[in-house]
């Protein structure tokens, strides 16, 4: 463990952002978010999202990065760089693009990049004494100002009421950007001098708060722990981490890693990875997709920074290639929005992480329970981990079983990333057309689909979302190899699609719509209907 954990540590927390287990994470925030940080207007955000949806890769939000207001954080949009606002919030919200605003707590009189200096929110905030260490201005990185002061109810109320001015419907939550960490090791606060770690909290608390009261489906992404400063933002109230600003090189990818396990090994939630990084060196082409595949495999992939917003980071700017293996990785990642959400929502109630036994040595994780991986951090493909000690483990691409702890030495191919899948799982799954769990089965799309590897005996109790906000159902889904018995429960009558993998040898299946049972690979794809399912598999 580094110094700067162990001193952090050692602190004595006001508010204890290590006390509680992480909130259940929106459906939807599991999805692609893209945005950029080059033009920084109408153009460039519209023009960011339709080109991935040009070439048919899913974008589930987008980001509008500073600067877009008049002056940072006086919460007016800029109408130079966005001339109707509403007008391009309702644009991307009839592609049920989700929008997220950047925001630091901070305010200035004077500003880096924007249209005015001095923000017209800033002689209130001075005169009614609403900023840290008495409303003394200080230079951090956008900047002069002051740096409000969440312990203070006026002032945090004062706040919210800015925030009213731009969280609309269609705009879903905040980039909460660093701002506390430029105005000194210790701060003067409405209750007393604390260090700058203890007073963090009160400022992501607050955003928290704000945002879920407002919208139950809205998010905050800021930092768990990140090598800019260490952890922020409490593990209770941060629905997605963002670790920070990397560069898009090995070296980024390995630091952005370095910082994802810190945070999962604290009991942080919901990690996200930042594909490509945000400055200093722009991916190559084999980076580029290294980052994607590790970044399919945590929280949800955002993709987009000042090193390369339309060049570098578009994965068609490289080549066919990439843009096929990039669109693959979201697709991937998003038919298991709902193992995610299941998982979350295991988090809230039973803390830890989505990311599980990380190493950081190896650069190895599990998402959830039941799937592992490994990233690649280098140009080539060639590899060498241990699998998870527990249980059998089935490579993803191949079907190539392995027992527990067993050491993988080989090479991947640029399409293709270590992915391992535990026996005896169930994984629910939103199924895309040319589905990487399902095959083509396009008729399997907008139904509750399970897929089972099997062991013994299968039990799991899943928790799946009704929308694209934190609201769920429990289902629990068993099912055993040797009586060939498989039962569902769902809380109300509805048809569900389950493959079983790998089964072979089927005969007959009872009491379901419809079944059939791949000669080739022996998956079993059964459709039934019912509340409480009762299948019988027959073998031969």
Not at 10 to 25: H, L, S
Not at 254 to 259: A, E, L, S, W
Not at 471 to 480: C, M, P, Q, R
Request: charge should be negative; hydrophobic fraction near 35%.
């Amino acid at each position: 463990m580094n110094k700067l954990l162990i001193s952090f540590f050692a602190v004595t927390m006001a508010v204890d952002v290590f006390a509680d287990n992480p909130p259940v994470t929106p459906a939807w925030a599991f999805r692609h978010v893209v945005w950029e940080d080059s033009l920084n207007t109408t153009k460039g955000a519209v023009g960011i999202v339709d080109g991935y949806l040009a070439h048919n890769i899913p974008v589930g939000a987008v980001i509008i990065d500073s600067p877009w207001s008049t002056s940072y954080n006086d919460f007016n949009w800029d109408l130079q760089r966005y001339p109707d606002p509403q007008k391009m919030i309702g644009y991307f919200k009839e592609k049920d693009v989700k929008v997220l605003l950047w925001l630091a707590g901070a305010v200035n009189h004077k500003c880096k990049d924007t249209a005015l200096d001095k923000g017209d929110t800033y002689d209130e905030a001075v005169a009614k004494n609403y900023g840290i260490n008495q409303s003394r201005p200080g230079t951090w990185w956008k900047g002069e100002g002051i740096h409000i002061d969440f312990t203070n109810p006026e002032a945090k109320e004062w706040w919210y009421k800015q925030l009213d001015k731009v969280f609309v419907d269609g705009v879903y939550g905040w980039k909460v950007d660093q701002g506390e960490y430029w105005f000194g090791d210790t701060v003067e606060t409405s209750i007393g001098k604390m260090s700058n770690a203890e007073f963090r909290p009160y400022y992501y608390d607050a955003m928290y708060d704000y945002t879920v009261k407002n919208n139950p489906a809205g998010v905050i992404i800021a930092r768990p722990y990140s090598h800019q400063g260490g952890f922020a933002a409490s593990i209770g109230k941060l629905n997605m981490g963002w670790c920070g600003d990397f560069s898009g090189d090995w070296e980024g990818l390995k630091q952005q890693i370095d910082n994802i396990y810190n945070s999962a090994i604290r009991g942080y939630g919901s990690l996200a990875c930042e594909v490509g990084g945000f400055y200093q060196k722009r991916s190559t082409k084999t980076q580029l997709i290294r980052y994607a595949q590790f970044g399919c495999m945590t929280a949800t992939m955002i993709n987009g920074g000042e090193n390369g917003a339309f060049s570098n980071h578009l994965p068609w700017y490289h080549d066919g290639e990439t843009e096929d293996i990039y669109r693959n990785c979201v697709i991937l990642h998003e038919e298991l929005v709902p193992y995610l959400f299941s998982s979350s929502v295991d988090a809230n109630l039973q803390g830890g992480s989505l990311l599980k036994d990380v190493n950081l040595d190896e650069e190895s994780h599990r998402l959830g329970a039941s799937l592992f991986t490994k990233a690649i951090t280098k140009d080539n493909g060639n590899v060498e981990y241990r699998l998870p000690s527990d249980g059998e483990w089935i490579d993803f691409w191949s079907g190539e079983k392995f027992q527990g702890g067993a050491l993988i030495n080989r090479e991947y191919p640029m399409d293709r990333f270590p992915l391992f899948v535990k026996s005896g799982s169930v994984i629910p799954v939103e199924v895309a057309e040319n589905s990487f769990w399902c095959g083509d089965k396009p008729e399997y799309t907008g139904t509750r689909t399970f897929i089972i590897y099997p062991s013994d005996n299968v039990a799991d109790k899943l928790h799946l979302p009704k929308g694209d906000g934190v609201e769920y159902d429990d289902y629990t889904v068993s099912f055993n190899s040797k009586t060939g018995k498989l039962t569902v429960n769902c809380p109300k009558s509805e048809k569900i699609n389950v493959i079983v993998k790998g089964l072979g040898g089927v005969r007959k299946v009872n009491n379901v719509k419809s079944w059939n049972c791949n000669s080739h690979n022996g998956d079993l794809a059964l459709v039934a209907e019912g509340s409480d399912i009762d299948v019988d598999i027959i073998k031969d």
